[in-house]
């Protein structure tokens, strides 16, 4: 089981178990603004143990270095120039043609539409 699973599971039945200590059912609800306080409170609680999470640069490497190994160089270095190159010249241009295509595309479906229509008669 994960911890997610059990995370989930502990959660639904402890509210369950709450409810039941608190007589909480569904034709009576006199306790169940004690219920929400205390799921409201609970649920706030994890900031008091904020205090045990441990300070450190974020940036700073979890494994020593020899562990890790030499650093070896990538593939591609980082300082060579590459040339970006546009693959659409203009959006209009673009928009323009994928347009017509569309309109002869449409209309060639209306033609062939009209012609099997004819046939049929």
Not at 110 to 120: D, I, P, T
């Given at each position: 089981m994960s911890i997610?699973?059990?995370?989930?599971?502990s959660s639904?039945?402890?509210g369950g178990f709450l409810l039941h200590l608190l007589?909480?059912?569904?034709?009576?609800f006199d306790n169940l603004w004690l219920?929400?306080?205390t799921r409201n409170i609970l649920r706030v609680t994890p900031l008091c143990l904020l205090f045990l999470i441990p300070r450190g640069d974020p940036n700073a490497s979890l494994l020593p270095t020899e562990i890790l190994g030499p650093k070896?160089?990538?593939?591609?270095?980082?300082?060579?120039?590459?040339e970006l190159v546009s693959l659409v010249s203009s959006?209009?241009?673009?928009?323009?043609?994928?347009?017509?295509?569309?309109?002869?595309?449409t209309l060639g479906g209306?033609?062939?539409?009209?012609?099997?229509?004819?046939?049929?008669v």
């Open positions: 997610d699973n059990v995370g989930l599971l639904q039945w402890g007589k909480v059912t569904r034709t009576r219920a929400i306080l070896e160089e990538a593939g591609t270095p980082e300082n060579e120039n590459i959006v209009d241009e673009s928009y323009a043609k994928i347009s017509q295509e569309h309109r002869i595309l209306l033609k062939q539409e009209s012609a099997s229509e004819q046939r049929s």
